[in-house]
């Protein structure tokens, strides 16, 4: 098997008192589509978030090609020490998009997907311009690079944000939900182009409440209940025939939607 391009384990986040992760091990394969599910408050926007950094873990280990991220704490105990240059080189490398867009309004839709690889790559500007307008062309949108957020759709706006994660050239996106802000006429849009990103190979992590879309894009299927993965395998297994009574109360809530 070839070596994990994300390995997590024993991970834990704390908010205060509150134990949002519970320790989690996982590994994604270099090409995995993993679709992470859950009820609200079950941890899936905070384990995303972890994975590249936004939010720091309480404990465990990730590892990133391989490479471990941060060194134990001189302090010992649980604690991991990084360093903004390290984080900084993994959100290079661990796209994200969210559930709301982010867009700078002041800026059009080019100047937006360009700003990255400008200020964090320190790419010539000329050069980080056609990664963009190709970035803008692969979710159907070069169309519209002179244009600015506030004119584009809800759907638009979404695969800007989608092109402006791949305009960093990432080995991993994360997706945070990223058609739960969007009127229900507008998600296929952005799931298409998710769907085509997966059909190129790419290594990819989504939350979402889209189960049909989860069932046919997903290689791997993750349930998550009160900070734990508490079942997981492929579509088939977590999707059509979930071993678990939690699990299969989670999804009988959910009729509308065929596989």
């Known amino acids: 098997m070839t070596q994990p391009i994300l ?69 010992g105990g649980d604690a991991v020490r990084y360093t903004q240059a390290e984080l900084a080189q993994v959100r290079r490398q661990v796209g994200m998009v969210f559930q709301q867009f982010n867009l700078f309004p002041h800026m059009t839709v080019l100047g937006n997907v360009m700003e990255g690889p400008i200020t964090v790559r320190g790419m010539a500007a000329a050069r980080a311009r056609d990664i963009a307008l190709r970035e803008l062309d692969k979710v159907g949108l070069a169309h519209k690079a002179d244009a600015y957020p506030g004119h584009l759709s809800g759907g638009q706006q979404q695969r800007v944000a989608i092109a402006r994660a791949l305009a960093m050239e990432p080995d991993v996106l994360l997706f945070d939900e990223p058609t739960s802000s969007l009127d229900p006429e507008l998600v296929g849009e952005v799931l298409n182009v998710i769907r085509d990103l997966a059909e190129e190979g790419r290594t990819m992590l989504l939350v979402t409440h889209e189960l049909g879309f989860a069932y046919h894009y997903a290689n791997k299927v993750l349930f998550l209940a009160d900070g734990l993965i508490y079942e997981a395998g492929t579509p088939d297994e977590v999707l059509k025939h979930p071993r678990k009574e939690r699990t299969q109360r989670f999804l009988e809530r959910f009729t509308a939607f065929s596989f």
């Open 7 to 75: 390995r997590i384990s024993g991970l834990h986040k704390r908010f205060g008192d509150h134990h949002v992760l519970q320790g989690i091990d996982f590994d994604v394969q270099p090409g995995d589509r993993v679709a992470i599910l859950g009820s609200s408050g079950s941890g899936k926007s905070t384990f995303l978030r972890c994975l590249n950094f936004m939010e720091t873990p309480s404990a465990g280990r990730i590892e990133l090609k391989g490479r471990p991220i941060g060194r134990p704490d001189a302090r």
